[in-house]
T-cell receptor
Framework: GQQVMQIPQYQHVQEGEDFTTYCNSSTTLSNIQWYKQRPGGHPVFLIQLVKSGEVKKQKRLTFQFGEAKKNSSLHITATQTTDVGTYFCAMVSGTYKYIFGTGTRLKVLA | DGGITQSPKYLFRKEGQNVTLSCEQNLNHDAMYWYRQDPGQGLRLIYYSQIVNDFQKGDIAEGYSVSREKKESFPLTVTSAQKNPTAFYLC?????????FGEGSWLTVV
């Protein structure tokens, strides 16, 4: 079935360093969504990308959708301890089937 | 408050027993989902339901069953056929743009 792979699986950074997670699909995506799950919590929606080559920013977070709509990235500038958590990308197959990536767990060292 | 309520938050099951996890939403959403998350792992889709009295298997449906008799409710039964049920279970429902998750239920087999 359709799969979405994320790399890296884990990332430890020093506070103030940048962080990037990548999401790759074997098929062309209609759109892609990003979620954040804090430790012990549940995933929370961050953003949706729809257009080829689209770039969106939320404060220190930059989201990008690849030109071929098969990959996406999330970049955090100058990480803070509040950025700790697991970041997931998600694709929608059809209208209702949401398939999540494997996630990247970010740890920020103060 | 509007949202998704999962219960119980923590559940212990003896081997060979069936258990049912409750999921209720008051968001008036048609589609609902069950995901399983193992420690340090991604989200895997168990079942989803687009509408009342209809549901589809996800990627790991074996050993699980669901029902959707009411729009608000989507209970998940973990049967004795599920060989390794210890995990974090997340229920979700689909809004216009994204899906919303409940707080999750931790199931441990003892």
């Amino acid at each position: 079935g359709q799969q979405v792979m994320q790399i890296p699986q884990y990332q430890h950074v020093q506070e103030g360093e940048d962080f990037t997670t990548y999401c790759n699909s074997s098929t062309t995506l209609s759109n892609i969504q990003w979620y954040k799950q804090r430790p012990g919590g549940h995933p929370v929606f961050l953003i949706q990308l729809v257009k080829s080559g689209e770039v969106k920013k939320q404060k220190r977070l930059t989201f990008q959708f690849g030109e071929a709509k098969k990959n996406s990235s999330l970049h955090i500038t100058a990480t803070q301890t509040t950025d700790v958590g697991t970041y997931f990308c998600a694709m929608v197959s059809g209208t209702y089937k949401y398939i999540f990536g494997t996630g990247t767990r970010l740890k920020v060292l103060a | 408050d509007g949202g998704i309520t999962q219960s119980p938050k923590y559940l212990f099951r003896k081997e060979g027993q069936n258990v049912t996890l409750s999921c209720e939403q008051n968001l008036n959403h048609d589609a609902m989902y069950w995901y399983r998350q193992d420690p340090g792992q991604g989200l895997r889709l168990i079942y989803y339901s687009q509408i009342v009295n209809d549901f589809q298997k996800g990627d790991i449906a074996e050993g699980y069953s669901v029902s959707r008799e009411k729009k608000e409710s989507f209970p998940l039964t973990v049967t004795s056929a599920q060989k390794n049920p210890t995990a974090f279970y997340l229920c979700a429902s689909k809004g216009p743009r994204t899906i919303y998750f409940g707080e999750g239920s931790w199931l441990t087999v003892v």
